[in-house]
């Protein structure tokens, strides 16, 4: 399919979130998303494979938090998120890797996550408002087990990683429930 066909702008609406695209000529979009108190954007370039729309965002995906300090101290493991909203410090995820085994926990309101476990392989952590390809906070061969975060700029931007549109016949694009849209049914329609 040639690029032309996506060329323009295409919207997707349900209940009270809103989402959309703008393709250009010179290869770029720009997209917008709002749902609720949580607006995100993203700019970048796509290009189009059979009936694949790819996109690369500016965003560089798993690295919405920034780790300020790391130390060994006492037992288990604590996370420190701030930000100068505190607001946003409530509703981070933690996915902790064990072998095979995996827990989750959420920061309380003070931002903070205390994990009573002797070990963990690896640490990942993700907002749960502005969902993205997950941060790595401790990876096998850390042995810190106490880390202070700060959150990034980044945070409202969307990545795209692992995410492609599907042209359909009608010319809408659809894609797969995925991290940020978890919905089914993501269908983006053509303006007009």
């Known amino acids: 399919m040639e690029k032309q066909i996506i060329l323009g702008e295409y919207y997707f609406r349900q209940t ?5 695209f703008k ?13 609720g108190a949580v607006d995100r954007n993203a ?14 965002s500016g965003k560089e995906p798993g690295k919405d938090f920034t780790v300020n300090k790391e130390f060994r101290q006492g037992d288990g493991y604590h996370l420190v998120f701030t930000d100068t909203n505190s607001m946003l410090v409530q509703n981070i995820r933690c996915f902790v890797l064990m072998g095979d085994n995996r827990e989750e926990a959420v920061t309380d309101s003070e931002g903070c996550i205390q994990l009573d476990i002797a070990h963990c392989d690896s640490i990942y952590v993700q907002h749960l408002l502005f969902p993205d390809i997950v941060t790595l ?3 096998p061969d850390n042995k810190n087990n106490h880390f202070e975060l ?3 700029p980044s945070l409202e931007q ?4 692992g995410i492609d549109f599907t042209i359909e016949e009608d010319g809408s694009l ?17 303006a007009g």
């Open 23 to 35: 393709f250009s000529e010179d290869g770029k979009f720009q997209f917008f998303f709002s749902y």
């Open 158 to 161: 969307v990545s795209f990683k």
């Open 174 to 190: 659809t894609c797969l429930p995925n991290y940020f849209m978890p919905m089914p049914g993501i269908r983006f329609l053509a």
């Open 150 to 152: 700060s959150l990034n």
């Open 43 to 56: 700019t970048g370039t796509f290009s189009v494979e059979g009936n694949l729309v790819k996109l690369k």
């Open 137 to 139: 906070v401790k990876s």
């Open 16 to 20: 009270e979130m809103v989402a959309g």
